[in-house]
């Protein structure tokens, strides 16, 4: 017999024709385990995430009890999830076409935000009082 897949965070995962059966037999128990899921993904997310998760969980879940079938909640969060790539799309177009942006050197996979300035030339502003700065 096969092993139930592994997620990143080490719990098991449910074969698909067993979350069928619940879903049929018994329906509360998929929900149980769907949130069980759900809550160890974001508690093992890096601490700076896990709050932008929840809300994000959140909104999933009032569109989820808003809708009054499990279509047009698919519908709706699939909306939301386009609505959210369109945005991060025109943000990114913008700053290519800003010419700002230059090309990441950090090695793929690095999501770590650094800050690359190591100097910078400051710029004495006369004092309009004519008193000195110092």
Same mark, same amino acid.
């Given at each position: $017999?096969?092993?139930?897949?592994? @997620?990143? &965070?080490?719990?098991? !995962?449910?074969?698909?024709?067993? +979350?069928?059966?619940?879903?049929?037999?018994?329906?509360?128990?998929?929900? &149980?385990?769907? =949130?069980?899921?759900? %809550? %160890? !993904?974001?508690?093992?997310?890096?601490?700076?995430?896990?709050?932008? +998760?929840?809300?994000?969980?959140? =909104?999933?879940?009032?569109?989820?009890? +808003?809708?009054?079938?499990? !279509?047009?909640?698919?519908? *709706?969060?699939? =909306? $939301? $999830?386009?609505?959210?790539?369109?945005?991060?799309?025109? !943000?990114? %177009?913008?700053? %290519?076409?800003?010419?700002? &942006? =230059?090309?990441? *050197?950090?090695?793929?996979?690095?999501?770590?935000?650094?800050? @690359?300035?190591? @100097?910078?030339?400051?710029?004495?502003?006369?004092?309009?009082?004519?008193?000195?700065? @110092?």
């Amino acid at each position: $017999m096969e092993k139930p897949p592994v @997620t990143p &965070h080490g719990s098991s !995962l449910l074969p698909f024709d067993e +979350l069928v059966v619940m879903a049929q037999s018994d329906p509360d128990s998929l929900e &149980h385990y769907r =949130q069980q899921q759900i %809550n %160890n !993904l974001i508690d093992n997310a890096p601490e700076y995430l896990k709050q932008r +998760l929840r809300g994000l969980q959140f =909104q999933i879940d009032a569109q989820r009890q +808003l809708h009054h079938n499990p !279509l047009g909640a698919c519908i *709706k969060i699939s =909306q $939301m $999830m386009h609505d959210s790539f369109a945005e991060l799309n025109s !943000l990114l %177009n913008d700053l %290519n076409s800003s010419g700002i &942006h =230059q090309p990441s *050197k950090r090695p793929p996979g690095s999501n770590t935000i650094t800050n @690359t300035i190591t @100097t910078a030339t400051v710029v004495d502003f006369p004092n309009p009082r004519g008193n000195p700065t @110092t």
